[in-house]
């Protein structure tokens, strides 16, 4: 069964360090989002990407976020400028069609120390 | 700002009985409502859904009822089973253009099934 894929499964970095979240989607997915969930709160919608643009990105997504899909399978998440609260899991999804579902990678989780 | 709020943290039943996991939402723009089941260090795993123009949709032993004027959805576990146990996140999806979607969710639920 397809499934979406997200490497590294977990990433530390020091406060004020670029990261990049990498994440290969479903095949013929068409739309791509990326969700975090910090430890103990809810799952969080951060952007979603369709036809090589941002269709829509939520507050926390601000200038230091940024999302590519530098080629036909990957789809990146760099956070440029790391912060302390920017420690989270990080979830990427995809999604084939109007009215499917989303499926969900297992996630990478950031510390920033 | 809780759009999608579930409201039990927790809950355990006893296998083979019925669990039924609640969730309330306050934006009238969600069309679409899914349930996730999430394991420890997994991604959420899509469960089932249903569209705002049904009040139920049934797949094997999971039922969602949704009651829309009361803004509220529940999902049904019959007969539950010990596989069962894990976080059980609502979502709300509102849509956006182009045929796109953003997920609200809630808190979660853990619920765990007691052998």
């Known amino acids: 069964e397809p499934e979406v894929t997200q490497t590294p499964s977990h990433q530390v970095t020091q406060m004020g360090q670029e990261v990049i979240l990498r994440c290969v989607p479903i095949?013929?997915?068409?739309?791509f989002y990326w969700y975090r969930q910090i430890l103990g709160q809810k799952v969080e919608f951060l952007v979603s990407?369709?036809?090589?643009?941002?269709?829509?990105k939520s507050e926390i997504f601000d200038d230091q976020f940024s999302v590519e899909r530098p080629d036909g399978s990957n789809f990146t998440l760099k956070i440029r400028s790391t912060k302390l609260e920017d420690s989270a899991m990080y979830f990427c999804?995809?999604?084939?069609?109007?009215?499917?579902?989303?499926?969900f990678g297992p996630g990478t989780r950031l510390t920033v120390t | 700002d809780q759009q999608v709020k579930q409201n039990s943290p927790s809950l355990s039943v006893q296998e083979g009985r019925i669990s039924i996991l609640n969730c309330d939402y306050t934006?009238?723009?969600?069309?679409?409502f899914l349930w996730y089941k999430k394991y420890p260090a997994e991604g959420p795993t899509f469960l089932i859904s249903?569209?705002?123009?049904?009040d139920k949709n049934e797949d094997g032993r999971f039922t969602v009822f949704l009651n829309k004027s009361a803004k509220h959805l529940s999902l049904h576990i019959v007969p539950s089973q010990p596989g069962d146990s894990a976080v059980y996140f609502c979502?709300?999806?509102?849509?956006?253009?182009?045929?796109?979607?953003?997920?609200?969710f809630g808190t979660g639920t853990r619920l765990t099934i007691i052998p």
């Open positions: 999804a995809s999604r084939g069609d109007f009215g499917g579902e989303q499926y």
């Open positions: 095949s013929n997915h068409l739309y």
């Open positions: 990407f369709y036809n090589n643009e941002i269709s829509e």
């Open positions: 934006n009238s723009m969600f069309d679409y």
């Open positions: 249903i569209s705002s123009i049904k």
């Open positions: 979502a709300a999806s509102e849509p956006l253009s182009f045929g796109n979607e953003k997920l609200t």
